[in-house]
């Protein structure tokens, strides 16, 4: 079930707890965020089928960042954060990410991407200090907190260990369905075969 049953049901009720920093974010703020951020990327012209790379450690902000796209029919690539600036890059790349959201904690390795930023329009920071990308805050501040109005169906696409070489993308397709229809099972049995 997606954020929006969940606020439905209990918005009070926490949907993350970080116990390292304290933060609980409740079912409510989630489904606010993540229409949010889906609302921006449209209004920055997103559509079905676009790419949204994450690069981020253990952060609350994931989860609202992965409902986003997946509400709005978007691919949402996570990229491990222990990568250097060559592999990370290249996924960035790769995946033909129209969005990247990181964090100030990793400009030095965002900052080594080079020719990989140059396919990447919208480009946040969640906490600042990044030159070049947006304030992740500021830029939600404005937008609704209510769903889109085209919410479809996205996927998360992957990346293989690359042991014979690069990272291999793993770009399920998209169904096409109303964003909370698919089943989840099947989806990620059509992911895994």
Known sequence: MHPGVHAAQRPRDAAVAMATDDV???WAELEARSNRLAHLLRSRGLDVGDHIAVFLDNDPHYFEIVWAA???????TPINWHLGSDEA?????????AALITTGRFADVVRGFGAA???VSIRLSIDGGLDGFEDY??????QP???IADETEGAVMLYSSGTTGRP??????????????????????????
């Open 24 to 26: 609980v974010v409740t």
């Open 70 to 76: 997946l509400r709005s029919g978007m691919y949402v």
């Open 89 to 97: 890059g290249y996924i960035v790349a790769d995946c033909d990410a």
């Open 117 to 119: 930023l140059d396919g």
């Open 137 to 142: 805050e500021a830029a939600l501040g404005t």
């Open 145 to 147: 907190d209510t769903p």
């Open 168 to 193: 291999k993308g793993i770009k399920p397709p998209l169904s096409g369905a109303p964003f909370g229809t698919a089943n989840p099972l099947v989806m990620l049995l059509q992911f895994v075969y």
